[in-house]
């Protein structure tokens, strides 16, 4: 009927988000999908069962390997892949099975130069400062009062900022919107997109020049400091102040405030990530300034989280050095891309569908995403989804991508499942950022049967069918390693079929405490803080001499690379399309919703004063032109905008030919995308921000 928050609870006291809240409707919403879909020969659907559909895809799936070998089949598993741990478990399983490489998600094109760049930085081995308590919090390009996400802590970031400010905290923002998170700044630095490398590598070198980095830290645990000064040098406060379009005060007071405090860490978001050509330089940047400014806990202090359903973390006072980051494994066969710390480029897998010869993918798998909606390059991801010898899709509705799809399973929602914090603790708590600040978790057993008449299974089901009518072993181990080195994976041979719950109690066996200690208790109180005796962040082993490296020569290069500005003179295309996100959609999920009715048409946001001086008014239709494509949308005002910008998010429209009216579904913002430049070498990640772009009345572009 109705979703509302727990007053009781903890952490959260009550709060609930815009998405949580329309599950009622989610669940109950007309064009809910309540059984498979199959094409038919004359291209409509009609459904099938959901047992004969594995049955028939499974055939398809043996045939095709036979012809075209095990790479040839890849999935792409998207953002809702996560909120069922097992699904992720079983589609790995599966994929070692069959003996396929092509593994594509989410997040390598999100934030792929994230975990790149911790490889080429190496990893501390303690967590980061935690929010209580924390002097400082520095985001960049990054708006957590929308996206619960990216810095703050999720538990309600707003209150979270307002009680941190009366104790004490400093808030600190770089972004070219004066967002929700950015108008509760102390400092908001507000330049021009794309000059974040610049930006950052300012910081560092008033940081480095004033001495006001962790000179002991630094000493005993950093290697490649005299390099990053020579590199950084030359991104003055006042040549750095032009290209961004700032005062070089503004830039000076930052870095102070940041350096200055004694806690706090600094965290990006997808602002600076989208802009494609440095995304990983950038990702490098923000760990070289929490690292110089010695930004971890140190031996004797308390874990501010020892967790609760990940593994029990023995912390200690040392670096752990850089692994392999990119470049290794697997081999795409475009771009001279291969594996990395992220994953395999999900921005290749449209050539790797549609470039013949060996190797070609012809069967693609997705998960929890919607990546005719979301991948870059609309115009291509497209062609790549028809040209597919088989497309199989889990979703909720007939999506963009299902439109293309030979099967559509439709799968069971989140109040039909059990629910668990178990990927909110995962995903945050081993991250440079916030998390959940105390050692909270909660359980939730389904709490609604599926609609009557319905046939629907479990993400993770489908994996498991697959593997039974293909005759295959799946190998499922643990998410963590077991304490006493014995291997406890299980092999699903298709002779049973575990539930969720069994499945779960396997993949977390390992877990500080145990699931069913927090099925019990979350039984009786809801979610809840388990605290225990302090876990104390030990000495470094004798003998250590391991570092972080902060002058790792790929990134150096980055650096010399990016003493271009970012904005050169463009006559034709005079303004920059960037990114936002909004508070009711997550990517293309959610934004058919009710409460979603006021986003549905994703306008163009520009300043006021461009549209008056493009003679424009709020709510007239517009192109949106770059050198890749243009798209058509309505325009609106959002003074919060720097002058000279083109504001919107993305995953929104349809598929090409499908529905035109943006007044309905909006536009797509990859049909003003390419994958094949402007893209960052160690990733692929293209520029999907940051975008050149001009404007014209409909019919006015030539």
């Not at 950084?232 to 005062?247: K, L, Y």
């Not at 489908?462 to 092999?491: K, Q, T, Y």
């Amino acid at each position: 009927m109705r979703v509302r928050g727990d007053k009781d609870d903890p952490l959260y006291r009550g709060f609930t988000c815009e998405k949580g809240r329309q599950l009622p409707a989610q669940h109950a919403h007309p064009d809910r999908l309540l059984h498979s879909q199959r094409r038919r020969a004359d291209g409509d659907f009609e459904p099938v069962e959901s047992g004969q559909a594995l049955r028939e895809i499974a055939e398809r799936v043996q045939a095709i390997i036979a012809e075209h070998g095990p790479r040839s089949v890849a999935y792409y598993k998207g953002t809702c892949a996560s909120r069922n741990p097992a699904t992720g478990a079983l589609l790995a399983a599966w994929m070692d099975a069959i003996g396929s490489p092509m593994r594509f998600d989410s997040n390598t094109i999100d934030q792929p130069g994230k975990s790149v760049a911790l490889a080429m930085h190496g990893r501390w081995g303690a967590p980061a400062h935690g929010f209580d308590g924390a002097d400082v919090a520095l985001l960049v390009g990054t708006n957590p009062f929308v996206t619960l996400a990216g810095g703050l802590p999720s538990t309600d970031p707003i209150r979270s900022v307002r009680d941190a400010r009366r104790s004490g905290m400093r808030l600190l923002v770089i972004d070219p919107r004066r967002t929700e998170t950015a108008a509760a700044a102390d400092l908001h630095l507000q330049p021009r997109p794309g000059e974040d490398v610049a930006i950052l590598a300012c910081l560092l070198n008033v940081i480095i020049s004033e001495g006001l980095y962790d000179t002991e830290f630094v000493a005993a645990h950093v290697a490649g400091f005299d390099e990053l000064r020579r590199a950084v040098a030359p991104f003055t406060p006042d040549t750095v102040a032009i290209r961004a379009d700032v005062a070089p005060a503004e830039l000076v007071s930052i870095a102070q405030a940041f350096a200055s405090a004694q806690r706090g860490v600094v965290t990006s978001g997808t602002g600076p990530s989208m802009t494609g050509r440095h995304s990983t330089a950038v990702e490098y940047l923000v760990l070289a300034l929490n690292t110089i400014c010695g930004r971890y806990l140190r031996a004797g202090e308390a874990l501010w989280n020892p967790g609760v359903l990940v593994s029990p973390l023995t912390a200690k006072a040392q670096a752990t050095p850089p692994w392999p980051a990119f470049g290794y494994g697997e081999e795409l066969r475009v771009r001279g891309l291969a594996n990395a710390a992220c994953g395999l480029s999900t921005a290749a897998l449209a050539d790797e569908i549609l470039l013949e010869g060996p190797g070609q993918v012809k069967a693609l798998f997705c998960v929890g995403g919607n990546p005719a909606a979301a991948w870059p390059d609309h115009e291509k991801s497209w062609r790549a989804m028809q040209a597919l010898d088989l497309l199989v899709t889990i979703d909720i509705k007939m999506s963009a991508t299902a439109k293309a799809a030979d099967y559509v399973i439709a799968p069971k929602l989140t109040l039909e499942i059990p629910g668990s914090t178990i990927v909110s603790e995962a995903l945050y708590y081993y991250a440079i950022g916030f998390g959940y600040p105390q050692p909270y978790a909660n359980y939730t057993p389904a709490i609604v049967e599926p609609p009557a008449g319905s046939d629907l299974i479990e993400d993770w089901q489908v994996f498991h069918e697959l593997g039974r009518h293909m005759g295959l072993a799946l190998r499922v181990p643990p998410m963590f390693p077991s304490p006493d080195g014995v291997d406890h994976a299980i092999v699903l041979d298709g002779s049973s079929a575990p539930s969720l719950d069994e499945l779960l109690d396997h993949l977390y066996r390992n877990s500080r405490v145990p699931l069913d200690e927090v099925r019990a208790r979350s039984g009786v109180s809801g979610g809840a803080v388990y605290e225990s005796q302090p876990v104390l962040v030990q000495p470094p082993d004798d003998g250590c001499t391991d570092r972080l490296d902060v002058g790792n020569r790929d990134m150096m290069n980055e650096l010399a690379d990016a003493r271009q500005s970012a904005w050169p003179a463009d006559a034709k295309y005079p303004l920059r399309l960037v990114c936002r996100r909004i508070v009711g959609a997550l990517n293309s999920s959610g934004r058919d919703l009710p409460n979603m009715a006021r986003h549905t048409n994703n306008p163009a946001y520009l300043h006021p004063d461009d549209l008056a001086a493009l003679g424009l008014a709020a709510g007239d239709l517009v192109d949106v032109v770059s050198d890749a494509g243009s798209l058509r949308a309505i325009v609106a005002a959002d003074p919060q905008l720097r002058l000279g910008l083109v504001s919107m998010t993305h995953s929104f429209g349809d598929v090409p030919g499908g529905e035109t009216d943006v007044r309905k579904v909006g536009s797509n913002t990859s049909l003003l995308t390419v994958v094949d430049r402007d893209y960052d070498r160690f990733t692929g990640m293209p520029r999907m921000s940051n975008v050149p772009v001009a404007i014209h009345r409909p019919g006015a572009s030539g």
